[in-house]
T-cell receptor
Framework: DTAVSQTPKYLVTQMGNDKSIKCEQN?????MYWYKQDSKKFLKIMFS???????INETVPNRFSPKSPDKAHLNLHINSLELGDSAVYFC??????????????FGEGSRLTVL | AQTVTQSQPEMSVQEAETVTLSCTYDTSESDYYLFWYKQPPSRQMILVIR??????QNATENRFSVNFQKAAKSFSLKISDSQLGDAAMYFCAYRIRDDKIIFGKGTRLHILP
């Protein structure tokens, strides 16, 4: 069983389109994240949810909207895609607090290419 | 603001040799976690090693060990007996308690046969 799974793995789309990436974790963690990895491999946090509540919202255009229907799922919807949105998007989960070990468990990444 | 600096964008090491990747971080906190993650060409992010700041003993995982110098805010990764499968991007990362994890810009490690 994959611990953190995200779909799709690859996404090619035209500028101006809207797309979504889904993420699910079966680790029982209470916190989930979206990270963006650019072409230079730099990893930057975008959002974090703890038990369905948004707790981290970095400086991200409001075309990006995360949604967490329950603590095992965190989806990312992107409106009006731009060329600069091309990147690999990683979903991750973590157990924070006294019971947590602190590290992130990552999905395999979703490579988004905007043409 | 917390920052993580990896000063070596790329490194190469001969197979079976030892290599050390550098990482420094900036924080005013005393309680935090440090990590090294590996990202091979498959792009999967894999945890290599983890260190809790309150622990003085350096973490070790098989051929991977760290040199944690809390006062100097340094957290280097040593890979012994390098293998071809160690070729990857290596990211140093830092986390304060329940806050976000901040990553360095990475070091690309090449293993020479």
């Amino acid at each position: 069983d994959t611990a953190v799974s995200q779909t799709p793995k690859y996404l090619v789309t035209q500028m101006g389109n809207d797309k979504s990436i889904k993420c699910e974790q079966n680790l029982g963690h209470d916190t989930m994240y979206w990270y963006k990895q650019d072409s230079k491999k730099f990893l930057k946090i975008m959002f974090s949810y703890n038990n369905k509540e948004l707790i981290i919202n970095e400086t991200v255009p409001n075309r990006f909207s995360p949604k967490s229907p329950d603590k095992a799922h965190l989806n990312l919807h992107i409106n009006s895609l731009e060329l600069g949105d091309s990147a690999v998007y990683f979903c991750a989960s973590s157990q924070i607090g006294l019971m947590g070990t602190g590290e992130l468990f990552f999905g395999e990444g979703s490579r988004l290419t905007v043409l | 603001a917390q920052t993580v600096t990896q000063s070596q964008p790329e490194m190469s090491v001969q197979e079976a040799e030892t290599v050390t990747l550098s990482c420094t971080y900036d924080t005013s906190e005393s309680d935090y976690y440090l990590f090294w993650y590996k990202q091979p060409p498959s792009r999967q992010m894999i945890l290599v090693i983890r260190q809790e700041a309150y622990k003085q003993q350096n973490a070790t995982e098989n051929r991977f060990s760290v040199n944690f110098q809390k006062a100097a805010k340094s957290f280097s990764l040593k890979i012994s007996d390098s293998q071809l499968g160690d070729a990857a991007m290596y990211f140093c990362a830092y986390r304060i308690r329940d806050d976000k994890i901040i990553f360095g810009k990475g070091t690309r490690l090449h293993i020479l046969p």
